[in-house]
């Protein structure tokens, strides 16, 4: 990577075969993003690395519980490290090395940082490091608020509680004036007797959550079972792995009454994208199987047609209106021509949602974290405008995107735009992902009542931008 940016400054590149001027500056800027973002990982990737630890040390006699901490637990968008905290009987003083030792002997470990009285740090193999602590039983909960954090969130609750005569630490709530332990087993009790309601992780950012919690006003923030569909989501058609019918047979198993089906349109050619005939083509394919399953499964689940139709490099769209007035549910999203001015991407993207038959804005800022940042947009101007017209805005909960991000969520509830979350599925497994999504909306202060699809299908239908008539 060194030697190849280099040779990339010192003009070495300049005349190999396709490597103008322009394919120079995006290398430089592709090894300046990769840098940036070294030693971060996605959140699906950091929860598998901390599911198969947490198998592997519970298999070992005398643990009882392996919890999460740190971002993992507050749902960041991205994690820099692991931290896992380890109960039982067999993190007792006597017996606690022979759990250090067994953590060590980890096979994926890479390299092994540190090893103490009770706590073991290594890197796994793809480059996260893990950071497992040992602890008692009676200091649990005081541990776990310690290491979840944040930082900021931690240092105002300490001042908190050193007004109320208190100290705070990994270890207990006490007393200043004689040490006594006030509560250190559970958070719930250490946030009692602080005065303040339980602050669920992901609220834990120092953004006003400290003073919600004392005035019992905290929300309550959208939970995974609230969720009645997706309105995203890919089948073989383009660029899926499965069928109309197994996507929404994967979707009841999620609990789902409904799901809309938005294959791509054909501006994306390496995704196989549908052209007009046969996007209307496949609509009658989408009815025919809705009717099917309607009759089978007893009216259970209703499928929508739609499209992600893309929107064009002018802000037109990649279809006719008189295809997209055919469907169900139309998903306007930006796939080509990222590197736009900001002026330019704004009104290519205001000029979209004009279109009066797009309901949905699809991953509204384009990033993909750890991969490519947003494209420059005026984020404010464009939520205005589609809380103006009736656009829904998406929360793609897909973890390589998990657009809009959670600062983007408040002020798009702050302009009264319409809010749904999708998975953006191109497989029946990808509907798993919507829990990563959810963690986001909870970052963001959101209830249930602040997303659509957390609505009855006849519901969620009047709640959409209406179609022209």
Same mark, same amino acid.
């Given at each position: 990577m060194d030697?190849?940016?280099?040779?990339? /400054?010192?003009?070495?590149?300049?005349?190999?075969? #396709?490597?103008?001027?322009?394919?120079?500056?995006?290398? =430089?800027?592709?090894?300046?993003?990769?840098?940036?973002?070294?030693?971060?990982?996605?959140?699906?990737?950091?929860?598998?690395?901390?599911?198969?630890?947490?198998?592997?040390?519970?298999?070992? @006699?005398?643990? $009882? #519980?392996?919890? @999460?901490?740190?971002?993992?637990?507050?749902?960041?968008?991205?994690?820099?490290?692991?931290?896992?905290?380890? $109960?039982? @009987?067999?993190?007792?003083?006597?017996?606690?090395?022979?759990?250090?030792?067994?953590?060590?002997?980890? @096979?994926?470990?890479?390299?092994?940082?540190?090893?103490?009285?009770?706590?073991?740090?290594?890197?796994? /193999?793809?480059?996260?490091?893990?950071?497992? /602590?040992?602890?008692?039983?009676? %200091?649990?909960?005081?541990?776990?608020?310690?290491?979840?954090? %944040?930082?900021?969130?931690?240092? %105002? =609750? /300490?001042?908190?509680?050193?007004?109320?005569?208190?100290?705070?630490?990994?270890?207990?709530?006490? #007393?200043?004036?004689?040490?006594s332990v006030q509560s250190s087993s559970s958070e719930e009790e250490i946030y009692a007797a602080l005065g303040m309601d339980w602050i669920p992780p992901e609220l834990r950012e120092n953004l006003g959550e400290i003073e919600a919690a004392e005035q019992h006003r905290l929300p309550r923030l959208i939970e995974q079972s609230d969720i009645r569909g997706d309105l995203h989501m890919h089948t073989h058609a383009t660029d899926g792995k499965n069928s109309i019918r197994e996507m929404a047979e994967a979707a009841l198993e999620c609990g789902y009454s409904y799901i809309a089906i938005t294959d791509h349109s054909k501006n994306l050619a390496m995704t196989n994208g549908l052209d007009d005939a046969r996007a209307m083509e496949h609509v009658e394919r989408i009815r025919a199987v809705d009717r099917e399953m309607a009759r089978e499964m007893e009216g259970r689940i209703r499928i929508f047609s739609g499209i992600e139709v893309d929107i064009l490099a002018d802000g037109a769209l990649d279809l006719s209106d008189e295809v997209l007035a055919q469907m169900d549910m139309v998903v306007a999203s930006v796939h080509s021509h990222f590197s736009q001015p900001v002026e330019q991407m704004t009104e290519r993207i205001l000029r979209a949602v004009e279109n009066p038959y797009v309901r949905v804005l699809g991953h509204p800022t384009g990033r993909l974290l750890l991969r490519r940042e947003a494209y420059a947009l005026d984020v404010d101007a464009v939520l205005r405008r589609c809380a103006e017209l009736g656009v829904a805005v998406e929360h793609n909960a897909y973890p390589d995107r998990l657009d809009l991000n959670d600062r983007n969520l408040r002020l798009a509830k702050e302009l009264g735009c319409k809010i749904v979350i999708d998975t953006d599925a191109h497989q029946t497994s990808h509907l798993d992902k919507m829990r990563y999504g959810i963690r986001q909306l909870r970052r963001a202060w959101l209830r249930a009542q602040d997303v659509l699809n957390t609505r009855p299908a006849e519901e969620l239908v009047r709640q959409l931008r209406p179609r022209p008539v």
């Open positions: 030697e190849l940016e280099v040779a990339a /400054r010192e003009g070495k590149l300049d005349n190999l075969p #396709r490597c103008g001027p322009k394919q120079v500056a995006k290398i =430089l800027q592709g090894i300046a993003d990769y840098r940036k973002h070294a030693g971060r990982f996605h959140l699906d990737d950091a929860e598998m690395a901390a599911e198969k630890l947490t198998e592997y040390l519970l298999g070992l @006699p005398g643990i $009882t #519980r392996v919890t @999460p901490a740190g971002s993992l637990r507050r749902g960041r968008e991205t994690v820099g490290d692991l931290d896992l905290l380890v $109960t039982g @009987p067999g993190c007792v003083e006597d017996k606690v090395n022979a759990v250090v030792e067994h953590v060590a002997a980890y @096979p994926p470990i890479a390299d092994l940082i540190a090893k103490g009285q009770n706590k073991a740090s290594f890197h796994l /193999r793809n480059g996260l490091q893990v950071d497992v /602590r040992m602890l008692p039983e009676e %200091s649990y909960g005081a541990a776990l608020q310690y290491f979840t954090g %944040s930082k900021m969130h931690n240092v %105002s =609750l /300490r001042q908190r509680a050193l007004k109320l005569g208190y100290t705070l630490n990994e270890y207990a709530l006490a #007393r200043l004036d004689d040490g």
